[in-house]
């Protein structure tokens, strides 16, 4: 029993983050994100705008980063902050 459950636990951990805690796209207004490697010396990020498309049936695509301290902002695809290698959930 102690070994199947050792062998979930390493299956778990090696799944990518993006299954483990799935981002949902509506959810992501206000959101903190700190960026793996800094932005032009920014590292802290907050989601100030979620894109939603014109047309209803339309998925959403992009939100606004916005940086905490020099308050510049970039449009990115909202899928790009599931790469756990350029943003880490949460201000770190």
Request: charged share 25%.
């Amino acid at each position: 029993m102690m070994e199947a459950l050792q062998v979930i636990e390493k299956i778990i951990s090696a799944m990518p983050s993006e299954i483990k805690n799935p981002i949902n796209p509506k959810k992501l207004l206000l959101s903190k994100w700190t960026a793996a490697h800094p932005i032009r010396k920014q590292k802290h990020f907050l989601v100030s705008k979620v894109i939603i498309p014109e047309l209803p049936n339309e998925k959403i695509e992009f939100v606004e980063l916005e940086a905490v301290f020099g308050k510049e902002t970039q449009l990115i695809s909202w899928r790009e902050l599931t790469n756990r290698e350029v943003w880490l959930q949460g201000w770190l």
